[in-house]
């Protein structure tokens, strides 16, 4: 996981509730991503962000939302218009060679 | 559309034993590659990387070849141990912002 951090490890949540997943990083990496992994399947990329103040839609953004105010941190908000929230979420960061590296993550999971 | 996906979900693999892992790419155009381990409940871990100018790239115990003809990938574990089993991904690199295409995986078991 090397300086990474994510937390919490386990999040639960309300049907209409927002959460915020929080992820952290101590490599000094410019950029950092977002993925939802579903049991048995691949991980598919949320947002991501190359510099500080900017940030991209990936391929499954609807029913989310990020900011990047800090190199450090990159917060991911699940919010009410996410149909399906129930998944394991990990926040990853790039080096300039373009390898990634991930986070412990967080699993959500709507009651 | 482009895609990465695996040939295999699921391979068991004797104690001791090699382990092939096999990808296909769809993107002629894709000049980098990783190999991702998950273990359960964990995020992924990188194992070894591969750029298309490369056939074949060695690690510890790991071994990944890029046949670029056919647009294939394989990720070769010698001597399989019980620590291996995992979930393997290869991921292919889609643009210049670092955006990665996963493949869904292999479930890697190794048996004694």
């Known amino acids: 996981d090397g300086g990474i951090t994510q937390s919490p490890k386990y999040l639960f949540r309300k049907e209409g509730q927002n959460v915020t997943l929080s992820c952290e990083q101590n490599l000094n990496h410019d950029a950092m991503y977002w993925y939802r992994q579903d049991p048995g399947q691949g991980l598919r990329l949320i947002y991501y962000s190359q510099i500080v103040n900017d940030f991209q839609k990936g391929d499954i953004a609807e029913g989310y939302s990020v900011s990047r105010e800090k190199k450090e941190s990159f917060p991911l908000t699940v919010t009410s218009a996410q149909k399906n929230p129930t998944a394991f979420y990990l926040c990853?960061?790039?080096?300039?060679?373009?390898?990634?590296?991930f986070g412990p993550g967080t699993r959500l999971t709507v009651l | 559309g482009e895609s990465v996906g695996l040939h295999l979900p699921t391979l068991s693999v004797q104690e001791g034993d090699n382990s092939i892992i096999n990808c296909a790419y769809s993107?002629?155009?894709?000049?980098?590659f990783i190999w991702y381990k998950q273990e359960s409940g964990k995020g992924p871990q990188f194992i070894i990387d591969?750029?298309?100018?490369?056939d074949k790239r060695q690690g510890q115990r790991v071994t990944v070849l890029l046949n670029k003809t056919v647009k294939h990938l394989s990720l070769q574990i010698a001597a399989t141990q019980p620590g291996d089993s995992a979930v393997y991904f290869c991921?292919?690199?889609?643009?210049?912002?670092?955006?990665?295409?996963f493949g869904a995986g292999t479930q890697v078991v190794v048996t004694p």
């Open positions: 990853a960061t790039r080096t300039s060679g373009n390898e990634q590296f």
């Open positions: 993107n002629s155009a894709s000049d980098y």
């Open positions: 591969i750029r298309s100018n490369m």
């Open positions: 991921a292919e690199l889609t643009d210049s912002w670092g955006k990665l295409q």
